[in-house]
């Protein structure tokens, strides 16, 4: 600001502490941590792919069922994993991958379901109140808008479907 000639801004009564410690805040953290999770989702679907390949895996398990699942979020993985493997093929006598290879559609389906959930309470908390007291019909009413409980659980819900 200073080299552009423009005074320091000076938080008004309560935007300070708002910022700091209120809803605002914690809304711009999930938006955040939604697009940087959304770009590693992308990265660790083709990591994925990429490790079965190399390992020689069978490429069997990693088709939707026919029919699909009762996960959505479970066939979208298989169908990005097939489509991302096809013309792979198992090594010679290949009965399974491991385990953490069995189980790679299934992590990657819930921490979509994860994204997919921090992004609904992002959109929650744009339409939402995020002060207290706010403004409303001439009038200052209580509200409990600084209390973005879902923000927090959902970013922690990612950080753990990301470990």
């Not at 979208?76 to 792979?88: C, I, M, P, S, Y």
């Not at 600084?146 to 753990?160: N, P, S, W, Y």
């Amino acid at each position: 600001l200073r080299a552009r000639g423009a005074a320091p801004y000076e938080p008004g009564p309560k935007e300070g502490i708002a910022l700091l410690a209120g809803a605002p805040g914690a809304v711009a953290l999930g938006l955040a941590r939604h697009r940087s999770a959304a770009a590693l989702a992308g990265r660790l679907l083709w990591g994925v792919a990429c490790a079965i390949d190399a390992a020689g895996a069978p490429v069997a398990p990693y088709a939707p069922p026919p029919g699909g699942s009762a996960d959505p979020l479970l066939d979208r993985a298989l169908a990005r994993l097939e489509a991302l493997l096809e013309g792979a093929g198992a090594e010679a006598g290949a009965v399974q991958a491991p385990v953490s290879f069995r189980v790679a559609p299934q992590v990657l389906a819930h921490l979509e379901r994860a994204l997919e959930r921090l992004a609904a309470s992002v959109d929650r908390a744009l339409a939402a109140s995020d002060d207290s007291p706010a403004f409303r019909d001439g009038a200052f009413v209580s509200t409990g808008g600084f209390h973005a409980i879902d923000l927090a659980a959902d970013m922690d819900a990612l950080g753990a479907a990301l470990v």
